[in-house]
């Protein structure tokens, strides 16, 4: 089993930044692909990026390439999202996932395993 702990949501302006972690904890969760998925109100849970277990490999959704960057410390067990250039539509609970099998499948929630619970990103215009 892992468990996921999200952290570093918070109220930011537009045009703001926000680095989100996601921490590990169980087993070795070194040889996890990870993903992020956010969820805004009345609206389904969509993907945001994932990362291969290396870190050699990442994938982002359209609407936050080029502003959003994934990256992981295997040794701190922890995954990061830094969020740059937030608008006010990025507003929603971000929630970090884990699987163990091949980076392929990496853009829907029934590909995850594990969840944490997620943190809350409220950007103001």
């Known amino acids: 089993q892992v468990q996921l702990v999200e952290s570093g949501g918070g109220l930011v302006q537009a045009g703001g930044s926000l680095r989100l972690s996601c921490a590990a904890s169980?087993?070795?969760?070194?040889?996890?692909?990870v993903g992020w998925f956010r969820q805004a109100p009345g609206k389904e849970r969509e993907f945001v990026g994932a990362?291969?277990?290396?870190?050699?490999?990442?994938a982002y959704a359209d609407s936050v390439k080029g502003r959003f960057t994934i990256s992981r410390d295997n040794a701190k067990s922890t995954v990061y999202l830094q969020m740059s250039s937030l608008k006010p539509e990025d507003t929603a609970v971000y929630s970090c996932?884990?699987?163990?099998?091949?980076?392929?499948?990496?853009?829907?929630?029934?590909?995850?395993?594990?969840w944490g619970q997620g943190t809350q990103v409220t950007v103001s215009s």
């Open positions: 990362i291969s277990w290396s870190g050699d490999m990442t």
């Open positions: 169980g087993r070795s969760f070194s040889g996890s692909q």
């Open positions: 996932a884990a699987k163990d099998t091949n980076f392929r499948d990496i853009y829907y929630t029934r590909d995850y395993r594990y």
